[in-house]
Structures are given as structure tokens and as C-alpha cells.
């Protein structure tokens, strides 16, 4: 299995843990469901279909916004939105906004750190790195992966 494919899948099963704990499993379990042994080349394309369906069947914005309610209290860690979609009722969000490299989710870290929250589950290498990160109003699982020619942070963000 590929060093970044393995990341992402302990990174899902990781976070279907943690989600599932904290009452927000139905999330979890369907990215999870979904995204755990597809190709690394799918990863984008799959966990996107994952998510809008865990999400309540909404379609993804392409337009370079960030969806409509996404926290202003979740820092990003670039302002190149890719795609963003918001659940019904604000239930959740999810954003993937385009980074330099893997390196990235480093500086991703320290933004979430500095405004408060904290981390758990962290894990990166030279390719990717995953997170979960709480504040009192929110809970952000960042991931950022090579997806294609680019490489993608991707942060899901649901109520604490």
C-alpha cells in the first residue's frame, strides 16, 4: 500500500474513532466507508462524493469561495479554495484549499494551534499529514495530501 494511501486510510479510520466517541459518527463512518481503499489518485474525487453525501447530498462550491457559514474561527491555511460544500442546517463544512506541498500542513497546525484549538491524532511525513483539532465551538480534521499535480489541505469542520 502507498505511504500516503496508508496515511489517509488510518486517518479516516482514526477519525471515525473520534468522531463516533464525541456522537458524530453517521459523518465518519460514511467518508470512511467510502474513502478507505480507493486509489490515491481517487482520493479527491471519492472522499468529495463521501462528503456530499454524509453531508445531506449537497454539491461542492468550484468558484474559489469557501462555502456558505464556514467558521470564520477555522484559519486556513491558504486562500486558494478548490471546493467547499455546507450541510444542512450547518451541520458541518468541509473546504480544500490548494497548498505548496506537504510541508504545509505544518504551518496548517500551528494556524489551528494559535487560535485555540488543540491537537489530537497528529501524524505527517514528507507526503501528507492528518490532525484533529477542538476549540469549544468546533472540531477541524485537516488533512493534506498530494491530489494529482497539486496538493490539497482539506479541512472538515463540524460543531464541538
Known amino acids: 500500500m502507498r505511504p500516503v494511501l496508508r496515511l489517509t486510510s488510518a ?16 459523518l465518519a463512518d460514511n467518508v470512511v466507508q467510502g474513502v478507505v481503499g480507493s486509489q490515491v489518485e481517487q482520493f479527491s474525487e471519492g472522499a468529495q462524493e463521501q462528503l456530499r453525501e454524509a453531508l445531506g447530498g449537497i454539491d ?3 468558484d474559489g469561495t469557501l462555502p456558505l457559514g ?5 484559519p486556513l491555511v491558504s486562500d486558494d479554495v478548490l471546493r467547499g460544500g455546507t450541510a444542512a442546517e450547518n451541520a458541518g463544512w468541509a473546504a480544500q484549499v490548494r497548498v505548496a506541498d ?8 500551528a494556524r489551528l494551534e494559535d487560535a485555540g484549538y488543540s491537537a489530537s491524532g497528529v501524524s505527517a511525513d514528507a507526503d501528507a499529514g492528518f490532525g484533529i483539532f477542538t476549540s469549544s465551538a ?7 495530501a498530494k491530489d494529482g499535480d497539486a496538493h490539497v489541505a482539506t479541512y472538515i469542520v ?3
Open 11 to 26: 486517518a479516516l479510520l482514526s477519525t471515525g474513532l473520534v468522531l463516533s466517541l464525541a456522537g458524530c459518527g453517521g
Open 102 to 109: 506537504a510541508s504545509a500542513f505544518a504551518d496548517a497546525q
Open 60 to 62: 461542492f462550491t468550484t
Open 158 to 160: 463540524t460543531p464541538a
Open 138 to 144: 468546533y472540531r477541524v480534521v485537516l488533512t493534506v
Open 70 to 74: 464556514f467558521p470564520a474561527e477555522v
